[in-house]
């Protein structure tokens, strides 16, 4: 049982190139979601789905898409990359309820230059 | 929409003294309410949840947070803190489908 998958772990992008994190959960949960952590800005929200073929835009999506075609990957596009949006990414999942917390994978951090 | 207030940035404790760590929220109806610790480096673990019932909550590492429905807060506590403890830690909100964090306080401890 891996939980939630991140990759890459490490990504440097020049301004202006495009990529793809990946996100994998095996736990069968229908919530997923996708963070940026700055400092003393805590985690925002950048997109969110509550199941296969459905997304919506979080606090901060701007520059970012989402897609949800399984259950299981929530893959973020970043579609030409700014020094803004260097970070550190989390992939989180959870079951449809809410009430049992969400789980996170272990980060990307990314560094635009 | 729903929102999470963490007024202290940062805390320094000393090994041993209790700790507290405040949290605030808004929403509209009986929240489910989390409290997630990050190491320097690490993903978020979760301490302790809270969504009814008892309003004292037990989590993992010695933590317990009390919910208080008139002040609209969720505390975090421990008795006695631990070198190891020295992190980061974030209060969160479930609702309306999604989960919504504060900005952190940072948690130093001091011999």
């Known amino acids: 049982n891996a939980g939630v998958t991140q990759t890459p772990k490490f990504q440097v992008l020049k301004t202006g190139q495009s990529m793809t994190l990946q996100c994998a959960q095996d736990m069968n949960h229908e919530y997923m979601s996708w963070y940026r952590q700055d400092p003393g800005m805590g985690l925002r929200l950048i997109h969110y789905?509550?199941?296969?073929?459905?997304?919506d835009q979080g606090e901060v999506p701007n520059g970012y898409n989402v897609s949800r075609s399984t259950t299981e990957d929530f893959p973020l596009r970043l579609l030409s990359a700014a020094p803004s949006q260097t970070s550190v990414y989390f992939c989180?999942?959870?079951?449809?309820?809410?009430?049992?917390?969400?789980?996170f994978g272990s980060g990307t951090r990314l560094t635009v230059v | 929409a729903q929102s999470v207030t963490q007024p202290d940035i940062h805390i320094t404790v000393s090994e041993g003294a209790s700790l507290e760590l405040r949290c605030n929220y808004s929403y509209g109806a009986t929240p489910y309410l989390f409290w997630y610790v990050q190491s320097p480096g690490q993903g978020l673990q979760l301490l302790l949840k809270y969504f009814s019932g008892d309003t004292l909550v037990q989590g993992i590492k010695g933590f317990e947070a009390e919910f208080k429905r008139s002040q609209s807060s969720f505390n975090l506590r421990k008795p006695s803190v631990h070198w190891s403890d020295a992190a980061e830690y974030f209060c969160a909100i479930f609702g309306n489908e999604k989960l919504t964090f504060g900005t952190g306080t940072r948690l130093t401890i001091i011999p």
């Open positions: 789905s509550v199941g296969a073929g459905i997304t």
């Open positions: 989180a999942s959870s079951y449809s309820s809410g009430s049992s917390g969400y789980t």
